[in-house]
């Protein structure tokens, strides 16, 4: 069974930094993209991210570009978000996702697997 947990999200000031981590199990990490999406209180979910499955390709929303950055440690399974200069509009339920291919899909939300989220607040 494909499990993604993710963990580290919480309440920060606006202009700080959190860290997020996803933990994959059950399934071939080292052959899955791997990313994040949000979603905010009464919008949308909306991409926010995506990490080939070799690490050698990134993608960003415009709207955290610069300010957020991806990673993965194939060895652990797990794969991070560094957000940093954080506004309140980055407050949202933050959702792990994995699919074979970097492509359109993640535009799209069309992913293989989800996890549950972490909730990430930026107050004022």
């Known amino acids: 069974q494909v499990q993604l947990v993710e963990s580290g999200g919480g309440l920060v000031q606006a202009g700080g930094s959190l860290r997020l981590s996803c933990a994959a199990s059950g399934l071939p990490f080292n052959n899955y993209a791997m990313g994040w999406f949000r979603q905010a209180p009464g919008k949308e979910r909306e991409f926010v991210s995506t990490?080939?499955?070799?690490?050698?390709?990134?993608f960003y929303a415009e709207s955290v570009k610069g300010r957020f950055t991806i990673s993965r440690d194939n060895a652990k399974n797990a794969i991070y978000l560094q957000m940093n200069s954080l506004k309140p509009e980055d407050t949202a339920v933050y959702y792990c996702a994995a699919d074979p291919v970097v492509g359109p899909n993640w535009k799209r939300g069309d992913m293989d697997y989800w996890g549950k989220g972490t909730t990430v607040t930026v107050s004022i």
């Open positions: 990490i080939s499955w070799s690490g050698s390709s990134t």
